[in-house]
């Protein structure tokens, strides 16, 4: 029990550090955009090639963690992880921040699903359920890198910021690892080719992911030049916009758990995909900075609680182990962020980003109407004989 107490506090830094990371790239986005000279279109694809190197990641972490256990798999990520900022902020020219984002969203995506799936184990382990607070902690790593990204920016420099962020994440991922639990190894002939599930309803899970993550990644990507462009926000208060939606979220996930147990997972994503999609239109039809972040604040409120939900309900599907349902569960979550950003840039060039955002609360809406499918977050542990090589699959 003292193991999986200490592997729930190392998944939690892991978490914290993926979140910081993340957030900390979003006060970086007018920073690259000025500083290659480049349009928001290009900015959007260059964004289109971190989803592109995540998603990649993504669609082969299910078999590397069912070969070599998420705890492997979270430090090689990891590692290269803490390094993906830096190398995108010293890219001197756009080919070069084109293989930058790739190997930054690939580090980025790889470890995001290995979390995932330790979290899932740690919560077996202890018999109860610690997702929501797990992204809690990521959220909190983003408000932290969000609000302080924009301040250090302005007063000290881009590098100087990177060079922080990268030995800070470097530091907390490397005294994490070495207490994650492991899960049990599966047999060898269960990883011997690339393999997917045959159940429907993980796809289905994986759809509310997308639509779901398409609406956050508009956030991180957009958010704070849609105030510093459109509503005149300077870089400082421009950054507050992904630093509330974070904060906000992190309060909530941290609550979440509580909430989930008491309602019901369904019942607690219905009113989260509600308040999310309020606050998204919120913020579409506001007038001023500082409306939208309240705005984005609410949104955050909402979307809290909707992703380690259905993450939960995708690692928790019968008949398959925990990497494998996560693996297509993000990975679709993180095609919301592969396709958004170039379309969202494309269509900010020839309109504003408001109407953008009031649409994207109609994808929210949609995730509303189909929370019935997140029936599996309704956490129950598994028996003590859980092994992660049971039937799921169909060899390619």
């Known amino acids: 029990m003292q193991a999986a107490i200490r592997g729930r506090w190392a998944v939690a830094g892991i978490f914290l550090a993926n979140g910081f990371l993340t957030g900390s790239w979003a006060p970086q986005i007018p920073v690259l955009l000025t500083r290659l000279d480049i349009s928001k279109f290009t900015l ?5 090639l971190f989803g592109a190197g995540a998603v990649t990641a993504m ?22 992880g803490s390094f993906g900022l830096l190398v995108v902020a010293l890219a001197p020219n756009v080919p070069l921040a ?5 190997l930054f969203g690939g580090s980025i995506g790889g470890m995001d699903v290995a979390m995932n799936s330790n979290a899932v184990v740690v919560e077996r382990r202890l018999a ?13 790593g983003g408000f932290a890198g969000g609000a ?8 000290y420099g881009y590098l100087t910021h990177v060079i922080v962020v990268t030995a800070l994440a470097f530091a907390v991922l490397t005294s994490a690892v070495g207490h994650l639990i492991e899960e049990d190894k599966p047999q060898a002939a269960q990883h011997r080719k690339f393999s997917l599930p045959r159940h429907t309803i993980v796809y289905l899970v994986g759809v509310m992911a997308l639509l779901t993550m398409i609406s956050e990644g508009a956030v991180l990507d957009w958010a704070a030049l849609y105030l510093h462009q459109e509503l005149g926000a300077d870089l400082a208060v421009a950054g507050l916009a992904y630093a509330a939606f974070s904060g906000v979220m992190a309060v909530m996930r941290f609550l979440g758990d509580g909430v989930r147990n008491r309602f019901g997972a369904v019942s607690t994503l219905r009113g989260s995909a509600l308040v999310a999609a309020a606050g998204m239109l919120m913020a579409g039809l506001s007038p001023s900075p500082w409306l939208a972040i309240a705005a984005f604040a609410l949104c955050g409120f909402g979307i809290a ?22 693996s297509v569960v993000t990975t679709m979550g993180y095609s919301g962020i592969l396709v958004a950003p170039s379309a969202i840039g494309f269509i900010a060039e020839h309109s504003s980003f408001g109407p953008i955002f009031i649409a994207l609360s109609g994808l929210l809406a949609v995730v509303l109407l189909m929370a019935g499918l997140a029936h599996r977050a309704e956490f129950a542990p598994e028996p003590d004989d859980f092994r992660s090589d049971r039937p799921e699959i169909i060899r390619l």
């Open 44 to 48: 959007g694809l260059l964004i289109l």
């Open 148 to 155: 302080l990204g924009g301040y250090a920016i302005q007063n």
């Open 59 to 80: 669609s082969w972490c299910g078999h590397l963690i069912s070969k070599h256990g998420s705890r492997t798999v979270l430090r090689w990520f990891g590692i290269c």
């Open 128 to 140: 109860r359920a610690i997702m929501s607070s797990s992204h809690g902690f990521w959220s909190l």
């Open 305 to 326: 609680n909707t992703v380690p939900i259905i993450f939960s309900a995708g690692g928790n599907q019968e008949g398959m182990s925990s990497g494998t349902g996560m």
């Open 98 to 102: 084109a293989i930058a984002m790739i």
